[in-house]
């Protein structure tokens, strides 16, 4: 069973730091990209960041870019987003997603992403 379990979500307080985590289970990250997105209330999910298989290739979309960084640890079969200098407007549920795409030298947050985890909760106070 291909499984993503994300951890990591908390409260926090604006200018503060999050890290966190998407552990897959039952395929390996070596062959899929990863996704981070993100829905606020009322809001539309949006996409935050993505790495390619190796981790060679990531992405940001602008409200994070320069804030967010994307890695992967191979061994660990997990990849993980650090937010720093977060704001209260990243408040959201954050979502990690995967991708088989093991020959593509980019990753795309607009392409169709087949395995979703359960999402983690941050909050950023003001």
């Known amino acids: 069973q291909l499984q993503l379990v994300e951890s990591g979500g908390g409260l926090v307080q604006a200018g503060g730091s999050l890290r966190l985590s998407c552990e897959a289970s039952?395929?390996?990250?070596?062959?899929?990209?990863i996704g981070w997105f993100r829905q606020a209330p009322g809001k539309a999910r949006e996409g935050v960041s993505c790495?390619?298989?190796?981790?060679?290739?990531?992405k940001y979309e602008d409200p994070v870019k320069g804030r967010f960084t994307i890695s992967r640890d191979t061994a660990k079969n997990t990849v993980y987003l650090q937010m720093d200098s977060l704001k209260p407007e990243d408040t959201a549920i954050y979502y990690c997603?995967?991708?088989?795409?093991?020959?593509?030298?980019?990753?795309?947050?607009?392409?169709?992403?087949?395995?979703w985890g359960q999402g983690t909760q941050v909050t950023v106070s003001s």
């Open positions: 997603a995967a991708r088989y795409e093991p020959t593509v030298a980019e990753c795309d947050l607009l392409r169709k992403y087949t395995v």
């Open positions: 790495v390619q298989t190796w981790g060679t290739n990531a």
């Open positions: 039952g395929f390996s990250l070596t062959s899929h990209a």
